[in-house]
């Protein structure tokens, strides 16, 4: 197949299309230059071609057939949970009476938003055994950002402005770190141990009255469950500390456990791993944060609340929060994403939802034994929904490395997991099936995966050349960063 | 088997099993004290529903809202309700744009990179800048990024920002500001409503921000901006609006160093204020300090195009706690529909949207002060928004209430007797001679102002 590669820029123009989207202007426009002067309008043309609505949709279904979707075949990249994304969810955030709504409209007129926002909050209480959830954050990271503000607040209310260290484990993703810098914590870097699990030892040398708190992901981003988390947890109160859940692999304890029965304060959840949201191609997601009771009062602005009055205004949203950390983006948050999230827990409800935990672990684990004897399992320990294996193997007989193992499986039709993560792995693959794999898929990737191995061994240059079938071979990174082409 | 699970108990504990594995040891490794025992709680359903009884459900919510397409509504601020065209639902409802994640993997996310890019070229041709990112999370934290860019550019702790920023964005900037430990300095508009003349003096201010046209909808000269922070040695951001830069000057064309704003105006549905797409541009000189993805186009190993992401040294999962923002992914999505919009439209058909809208505003503005109601808060001219204040006092709540009544939701009350009035292309003659009939009709006859 041959694939388009021009940009929309090089099209043919079809001339002026001024009307045909809009009727005509029923106002008479007044003489603009008089109304506005010179000296505010555009003085240089707009470069912006005018096509016809065949070339526009020509250029992009091509454009789409460039890429890889979940429906295209498995997709197991490690923590990012590309599990299925059900079909009736978007049509039910595509319904005019949601859409429709502008964020502003009088809290009467907006009582089904609100109804749903607050039902949503007391299905994610449950599920991550929390007091209260803001749907504020648009993404993991922006949630991470939120907690980590609360976390700082609740200190600062305390009058404790000496806790400006966040405790991290080496493993944990970059967001985290990255997170906590932008609310100007020093980041104090917990080691893992050889079971890959948080060293209780080191925690404990590094803990101290300056700890304003300790960010987790548990399972960790090695797949494993952190079985002293009640432990670590206790440490870190015990210093006067807060215990914030990265919620990123939340998929794997589903009704199993809670971060709030952890003993965890701050929660966020990736609405689009755990609940089956769209990525989008890297978003439009939802982070929203959970919190336990004493960090009520810091929650951004505004909050859903239910009220006696039930005449008209049932649900209202309260600005009235004068310990609020304030806004992290405009209006209540990503709300046609959480109309999604709401109709996914909907579908599964509290048993369901044990079952998505249940096939996650399940699935993974499968997966890790058929391929077991082809590649190196750094850590013992079980592995829950995902799982980490390396190239050290190939690497050291064959001089193929993790890269060329993850190019080959796009040959055999799949999408390679996440590759060099976590960071305390060398050549590391991070593979998560999701509770939505087939069971042609879960058996097609594994024997996918100890082909390559087998290849590895026989024609290691079919891996170094790899992918062989797609729109482009490998692409040149270290040009791109040297000589940046950032628009046509 | 539940919901959208493809493989059955049965198969499941046989697979296991087949590798020496037991269903019921699955989660043996999590501590008995913190296993979920019972699991009787009472926001959740018990049972899973079909999916018949699911779209019975959130059919019932929805329809317990009051819309803009069956109301007739005077609400912005932020949110505008422009057409979206037929297309962009099509094409982005394709799986292969919707379901697919962050393009790691160049060589099969060619798609996503390629519209990336196209965004990136987009914004560019339109804020008249060298670089843009792959967007941000909504205009408000695009702004609080823009500022915190500034910081990181000039080394200065300090920013001054324009009351006419719009005040949700103003919350998240100072929020994002505290927790970093930076200032925020607020100056209020002249009496004409513009930041004109009211920028402070001092080299300690790491960046300047007004937005244009402001939350009173003036469009503002930029050039004295530019003027003033080159002066104070801080960098210049305008937060803007991209369907009026089809009409007025570009901050690029006047020498603004960051541009960013709220994309949801191209077409973007107002789906209750979120999804939002922000954007960010900015000159070359910053190129290597801005936040976010960035899709870069290069050639793979036989000499073709090929796009990839970018200039991945500023980022969060190389650089971790020293990277530029913790922002991990993009809105590429709504960027992609944007992009569509653009595309569809092409400069004609921008300039035919900002033009009608701007049309339909001054009609507006001018039917409401011929009512002899209202008088001008601001005279400046105004793109698709204006600010009116009640001559003869008395509540706009009262009358905001009232319109409800008669299918009408007026403007953003700011106080008890200033109104925040939106419209675009999409409102038609008829509804806004209607509107001023009512309004005028409620407030003469019906004295539902109560003052």
């Given at each position: 197949m041959k694939y388009q590669t021009n940009l929309i820029f090089d099209l043919p123009e079809t001339g002026d299309n001024a009307n045909r989207i809009l009727r005509k202007c029923d106002v008479i426009k007044p003489n603009f230059a008089e109304f506005?002067?010179?000296?505010?309008?555009?003085?240089?043309?707009?470069?912006i071609p005018n096509l016809s609505e065949i070339q526009v949709l020509r250029h992009y279904t091509n454009m789409s057939s460039k890429n890889f979707g979940v429906e295209n075949g498995p997709y197991p990249l490690g923590s990012c949970t590309m599990k299925y994304n059900p079909k009736v969810n978007e049509n039910m955030a595509n319904l005019p009476g949601f859409r429709n709504?502008?964020?502003?409209?009088?809290?009467e007129t907006v009582q089904g938003n609100l109804t749903l926002l607050y039902n949503l909050e007391q299905q994610l209480n449950d599920i991550l055994g929390m007091d209260y959830f803001t749907?504020?954050?648009?993404a993991g990271a922006h949630g991470e950002l939120t907690g980590i503000m609360m976390i700082k607040a609740y200190h600062e209310a305390n009058g404790?402005?000496?806790?400006k260290v966040m405790l991290i484990p080496d493993?944990?993703?970059?967001t985290n770190p990255a997170s906590a810098a932008m609310a100007e914590f020093e980041i104090r870097e917990i080691k893992s141990n050889t079971d890959g699990l948080i060293d209780v030892a080191d925690l404990k040398q590094k803990?101290?009255?300056?700890?304003?708190g300790i960010m987790l992901t548990n399972p960790n981003t090695l797949g494993l469950?952190?079985?002293?988390v009640q432990e670590i947890t206790g440490l870190v109160h015990a210093a006067g500390g807060l215990c914030y859940y990265?919620?990123?692999?939340?998929n794997a304890i589903l009704m199993q456990t809670r971060p709030g029965d952890m003993g965890f304060d701050v929660v966020h959840l990736n609405v689009h791993k755990?609940?089956?949201?769209?990525?989008g191609g890297g978003g439009p997601g939802a982070g929203p944060v959970g919190i336990k009771k004493?960090?009520?009062?810091?929650?951004?602005?505004?909050v859903i609340k239910k009220t006696d009055?039930?005449?008209?205004?049932k649900f209202i949203l309260d600005y009235?929060?004068?310990q609020s950390i304030g806004k992290?983006?405009?209006?209540?948050?990503s709300f046609s994403v959480c109309v999604k999230t709401y109709a996914y827990i909907l579908a599964y409800g509290r048993q369901g939802l044990a079952e998505v935990s249940e096939a996650a672990v399940a699935n993974a684990r499968y997966l890790l034994e058929r391929v077991r004897n082809s590649y190196h399992v750094p850590y013992n320990e079980p592995a829950m929904h995902e799982f980490v294996i390396t190239a050290a193997w190939q690497k050291e007989?064959?001089?193929?490395?993790t890269t060329d193992i993850a190019k080959r499986l796009i040959d055999y039709g799949y999408h390679p997991p996440t590759?060099?993560?976590?960071?305390?792995?060398?050549?590391a693959m991070m593979v998560e099936p999701t509770d939505t794999e087939t069971l042609e898929g879960l058996e097609g990737l594994a024997d996918a995966f100890n082909a390559i191995a087998e290849e590895a061994v026989e024609n290691p240059e079919l891996l170094k050349n790899?992918?062989?079938?797609?729109?482009?071979?490998?692409?040149d990174e270290t040009k791109a960063a040297r000589n940046p082409i950032l628009k046509a | 088997m539940s919901g959208y699970i493809p493989i059955s108990r049965e198969k499941r504990t046989e697979l296991l099993e087949s590798v020496g594995l037991k269903l019921e040891n699955?989660?043996?490794?999590?501590?008995d004290e913190i296993?979920?025992?019972?699991?009787?709680?009472?926001?959740?359903?018990?049972q899973g529903l079909s999916e018949q009884e699911i779209i019975a459900q959130l059919t019932n919510l929805a329809e317990r809202n009051q819309r803009v397409d069956q109301y007739d509504s005077y609400l912005g601020a932020g949110f505008y309700d422009h057409y979206t065209p037929a297309v962009i639902d099509h094409l982005i409802g394709r799986q292969e744009f919707?379901?697919?994640?962050?393009?790691?993997?160049a060589e099969m996310s060619q798609g996503t990179l390629q519209a990336i890019f196209e965004w990136q070229s987009y914004i560019c041709r339109l804020t008249g800048l060298d670089v843009s990112n792959s967007?941000?999370?909504?205009g408000a934290s695009a702004a609080a990024e823009a500022l915190l860019l500034a910081c990181r550019q000039t080394k200065k702790s300090k920013v001054w920002v324009s009351e006419g920023l719009n005040p949700e964005y103003l919350a998240t900037i100072k929020t994002y500001f505290h927790a970093a430990g930076l200032a925020v300095e607020v100056g209020a508009l002249n009496e004409q409503g513009t930041?004109?003349?009211t920028y402070p003096s001092g080299d300690d201010y790491a960046g300047f921000l007004i937005q244009?046209?402001?939350?009173?909808g003036i469009v503002e000269d930029m050039r004295a901006l530019v003027k003033k922070a080159e002066q104070n040695q801080a960098l210049s951001v305008v937060s803007c609006d991209l369907i009026s830069l089809a009409m007025f000057r570009s901050p690029g064309e006047v020498g603004v160093d960051i541009a960013c704003g709220e994309?949801?105006?191209?077409?973007?549905?107002?789906n209750f204020g979120g999804p939002a797409v922000g954007f960010l541009a900015a000159k070359q000189k910053l190129m290597r300090k801005m936040p976010g993805r960035i899709a870069g186009q290069t050639t793979d190993t036989e000499g073709k195009i090929a796009y990839v992401l970018t200039l991945?040294?500023?980022?969060q999962h190389i650089?971790?706690?020293?990277?530029?923002?913790?922002?991990?992914?993009?809105?590429a999505l709504l960027a992609t529909a944007a992009t569509i919009y653009l595309a569809l439209n092409g400069s004609s058909g921008l300039k035919e949207v900002a033009e009608q809208s701007a049309a339909k505003a001054i009609y507006l503005q001018g039917k409401l002060i011929q009512t002899g109601l209202f008088e001008l808060v601001y005279n400046k001219p105004f793109f698709r928004e204006f600010a009116l204040k009640?001559?003869?006092?008395?509540?706009l709540d009262l009358l905001n209430k009232k319109l409800l009544e008669h299918r009408v939701i007026g403007?953003?009350?700011?106080?008890?007797d200033i109104w925040l009035l939106a419209v675009t292309e999409k409102k038609s003659k008829k509804a806004m001679d209607d509107f001023v009939t009512l309004v005028s009709n409620l407030i003469r006859n019906e004295n539902v102002l109560g003052g």
């Open positions: 506005y002067g010179e000296d505010l309008l555009r003085q240089e043309d707009l470069d709504t502008h964020p502003l409209q009088p809290v749907f504020q954050p648009s404790d402005f000496a806790r493993s944990a993703h970059g803990i101290d009255d300056k700890v304003a469950f952190e079985k002293d990265d919620g990123a692999n939340a755990t609940f089956g949201t769209p990525h004493i960090l009520e009062p810091f929650l951004p602005k505004p009055n039930s005449n008209r205004a009235d929060r004068p992290v983006r405009a209006f209540t948050g007989k064959y001089g193929v490395i590759v060099y993560f976590p960071l305390i792995v060398p050549e790899a992918p062989h079938d797609k729109p482009i071979t490998r692409p | 699955l989660f043996d490794i999590i501590p296993k979920i025992k019972n699991m009787n709680f009472s926001g959740l359903n018990a919707l379901t697919s994640y962050t393009p790691y993997q967007s941000i999370y909504d930041a004109a003349g244009s046209p402001n939350f009173f994309a949801q105006p191209l077409g973007i549905p107002l991945q040294a500023r980022e650089r971790r706690e020293k990277a530029t923002s913790n922002i991990c992914t993009s809105q009640l001559k003869y006092g008395g509540s403007g953003l009350a700011l106080s008890d």
